[in-house]
């Protein structure tokens, strides 16, 4: 079980954001996302966008930080990566 954060590089809304992913299963993704009190209006597809500002929060409450590489990179292994293409 491991939940994955990359760092907030993000831009939009006067503010940046991170991706927040599961590299086992959703459930998992939004079990944690739940817990954390982040709302289901964030979830898109196969991540939450969360604001910079719940970075230390969520990372203090399990999340593994890693690289914006890495997290595709796992979220891809483990075939829940919706690919770009498929988004619309």
Do not use: K
Request: hydrophobic fraction near 40%; avoid cysteine.
């Amino acid at each position: 079980m491991t939940v994955l954060i990359d760092e907030p590089r993000w831009p939009a809304h006067n503010t940046l954001w991170s991706h927040l992913v599961s590299d086992s299963s959703l459930d998992e993704l939004h079990r944690f996302a739940r817990e954390a009190g982040i709302p289901l209006r964030a979830f898109d597809l196969d991540h939450y966008d969360v604001p910079s500002a719940r970075y230390d929060e969520l990372v203090a409450a399990g999340a593994e930080p890693v690289t914006i590489r890495q997290l595709v990179e796992r979220l891809r292994a483990s075939g829940l990566r919706i690919p770009q293409r498929d988004r619309r």
